[in-house]
């Protein structure tokens, strides 16, 4: 998802930008907090008794030479400046990212073996434990010793993670909160002295001169609208049908993958990729492809006319854009933002403000310092060097105080930031003190030879964005009948999608009766009640 476009980057202290800047991460005028140290109350006498601190870290199977996940520069960065200094020790708990969860769930039964932070990008799962009363409620300990924490998130990303006005969970902020975007063959476009199209219509004639023409020679094989049963791809089609609704309306159609999918416009979206597939508009094996992986070869192979993405994630080095200019040197893609509903907006989805969430079990002895570890992080140049490496090694400052990644580095150096976005959990990205900055030092990882698409994408992924709208508690029916949803949800957008177009209503009504008696219809009361129940507050 999503996490991979950010987990790469930093946020950026107040002694790394110039006098009178602003940043979010905020430096306390302590002589220890500047050097990177929690503060520590003053020792009446014998020296305090050591405390010791658990820490989850993910295992995503690729470390390099010379490194492993729990024996690298950054652990000992930490246990060097954190853990010595408050004298505590740290111990580092790897684990692999592709079973997070079920782990997680394992470690949490223990009680005995779980680590004291522990991290889940997945909304449910804290919901779970927030609710069943297995996390530690640490607003109080955020006010007294986490006030570096509270400065760099603000109230609302700490809002994310409340249980009934309690602080149960500490979210990581997002710098960059545009989900989606989509890219067309500008060099097909100009074969055909065609305008890159900026609504719907637009696009449906488009992609029909492609199919029709095929400029990229691709002998009958040509994919006007690359699709694949990935959100990226169906849910920017989705929401430039819905319609306008009003914050109450939006929240109480809304079921699974905040998708408002009782309102009539999610039966039309459908309808329209129905059209689109029966006329041989977009992939034919869409169904098939959970993973992308062969949307993303039919991309790479100069196939596919238009589609959509998860924002930026085309333009890293050797991905697919790279894939695509090896394989057809004169293939140039552009950003456009073509979808577009009856008002003519693009309306699209935003990223939730937050990205993971960071919890401490409730059978934790040593939230103390748990709190106080994450505060350290936000202090001074840590969370910095977790996401950048060392200044001058890994990364340099521009004339405007923005870090951008030194080139050629040998890999020594390299092996500084390795896993580095799983280090400094409090952020996803580099968060500056404006967004245009922000933006600014997001596009500096990125190849210079994409960097200008890249500024064009963050702005077209935010344009007539839909924020989502946050229940104060957990609806309970999504996190009991979710798993059973999306796979529900999933199979009425194939079939349906599928059909015979004088059987699509039938088939569509089928699919959504089913899918509403398998807990759609609890979760649309259950949000019902919850709107209620938040104007009362």
Not at 210 to 233: H, N, R
Not at 259 to 269: N, Q
Not at 353 to 382: C, F, H, Q, R
Request: glycine share 8%.
């Amino acid at each position: 998802m999503q996490e991979r476009k950010t987990k790469k980057f930093a946020v950026l202290s107040l002694s790394m930008l110039f006098a009178g800047m602003t940043v979010l991460t905020a430096c306390s005028s302590d002589k220890k907090e500047q050097a990177g140290q929690s503060a520590v109350p003053a020792s009446s006498g014998a020296p305090a008794k050591a405390g010791n601190l658990k820490v989850e870290l993910w295992d995503r199977g690729n470390p390099p030479d010379g490194v492993t996940i729990t024996n690298s520069f950054l652990t000992n960065y930490v246990k060097e400046n954190f853990g010595k200094p408050n004298n505590i020790n740290v111990e580092f708990v790897p684990v692999l990212r592709s079973e997070e969860v079920p782990k997680l769930n394992v470690l949490m039964a223990s009680n005995t073996d779980v680590p004291d932070l522990v991290i889940t990008y997945d909304k449910g799962t804290f919901s779970k434990y927030a609710t069943q009363g297995g996390l530690t409620e640490v607003t109080d300990l955020l006010k007294q010793y986490g006030p570096n924490v509270s400065k760099l998130l603000g109230p609302e990303i700490l809002s994310v993670g409340q249980y009934k006005g309690k602080q149960y969970a500490i979210p990581a902020k997002r710098a960059e909160t545009g989900k989606y975007a989509s890219f067309i063959r500008q060099d097909w476009l100009d074969k055909l002295n065609l305008q890159a199209p900026k609504t719907t219509d637009e696009l449906y004639n488009v992609l029909k001169a492609f199919k029709e023409k095929d400029p990229g020679q691709t002998g009958g094989k040509v994919i006007p609208l690359g699709m694949s049963i990935a959100p990226a791809q169906y849910e920017p089609i989705i929401w430039s049908f819905i319609g306008n609704m009003s914050d109450q309306e939006r929240f109480e159609k809304t079921q699974i993958r905040e998708i408002p999918m009782l309102d009539p416009g999610f039966k039309e979206a459908i309808r329209f990729m129905n059209k689109l597939y029966n006329e041989g508009l977009m992939s034919p094996d869409f169904a098939l492809d959970s993973k992308k992986e062969t949307l993303t070869k039919a991309i790479s192979n100069g196939k596919v006319g238009f589609f959509s993405e998860d924002t930026i994630n085309i333009f890293y080095n050797d991905g697919t854009y790279d894939a695509l200019k090896k394989n057809v040197p004169s293939a140039l893609l552009t950003p456009v933002d073509a979808y577009t509903n009856k008002d003519g907006k693009h309306a699209k989805p935003l990223d939730a403000p937050n990205g993971m969430y960071i919890m401490i079990p409730k059978s934790s002895k040593n939230a103390v310092e748990a709190v106080k570890y994450l505060d350290w992080i936000a202090t001074g140049d840590n969370l910095l060097t977790m996401l950048k490496g060392v200044k001058g090694q890994n990364y340099n400052l521009d004339a405007n105080g923005i870090p951008a990644v030194i080139e050629n580095m040998d890999d020594k150096v390299k092996n500084n930031t390795f896993s580095g976005g799983d280090m400094g959990i409090l952020a996803n990205g580099l968060v500056l003190d404006t967004q245009e900055r922000t933006d600014a030092a997001f596009i500096k990882n990125f190849p210079e030879r994409y960097q200008s698409d890249v500024k064009k994408v963050l702005k077209f992924a935010v344009t007539d964005g839909i924020k989502q709208i946050v229940s104060p508690s957990p609806i309970e029916a999504e996190n009991k009948y979710g798993t059973t949803l999306s796979a529900k949800e999933e199979e009425l957008i194939v079939k349906a999608t599928m059909a015979k177009p004088d059987k699509f209503d039938s088939v569509f009504d089928s699919m959504m009766s089913g899918y509403m008696s398998s807990g759609g219809q609890a979760i649309a009361d259950e949000r019902k009640a919850a709107w209620k129940e938040m104007q009362t507050k």
